[in-house]
Nanobody
Framework: QVQLVDSGGGSVQAGGSLKLSCVAS????????MGWFRQAPGKEREGVAA????????YYADSVKGRFTISQDNAKNTVYLQMNSLKPEDTAMYYC?????????????????WGQGTQVTVSS
């Protein structure tokens, strides 16, 4: 049974940092691509960052480029999202997910599995 467990969210002030983690079980992240998505109340889900299965290519939403970094630790079967210089508009529920596609300059969901989400709140 595949399970993705998201953690690391919290409340920070603008300019602060958080590091999200997604631990996978029953699923080998080294053989698959992983991504982070977010959804704020009243807004559409947005692909934030993604990494290919080799771990040598990453993709980011324009809104987070230069501030967020996705990485993975195959030995721990864990994907991370380091978020720096956080802004109030980054406030959302963040989810890790398997399977994504990149086109039109954006990261899109492509089925797969989802974590339960972790809340990030950034105050001004």
């Amino acid at each position: 049974q595949v399970q993705l467990v998201d953690s690391g969210g919290g409340s920070v002030q603008a300019g602060g940092s958080l590091k999200l983690s997604c631990v996978a079980s029953g699923y080998d992240i080294s053989s698959n691509s992983m991504g982070w998505f977010r959804q704020a109340p009243g807004k559409e889900r947005e692909g934030v960052a993604a990494i290919n299965k080799k771990g040598d290519r990453t993709y980011y939403a324009d809104s987070v480029k230069g501030r967020f970094t996705i990485s993975q630790d195959n030995a721990k079967n864990t994907v991370y999202l380091q978020m720096n210089s956080l802004k109030p508009e980054d406030t959302a529920m963040y989810y890790c997910a398997t399977d994504w596609v990149y086109y039109g300059g954006k990261i899109h969901v492509n089925g797969g599995y989802w974590g339960q989400g972790t809340q990030v709140t950034v105050s001004s």
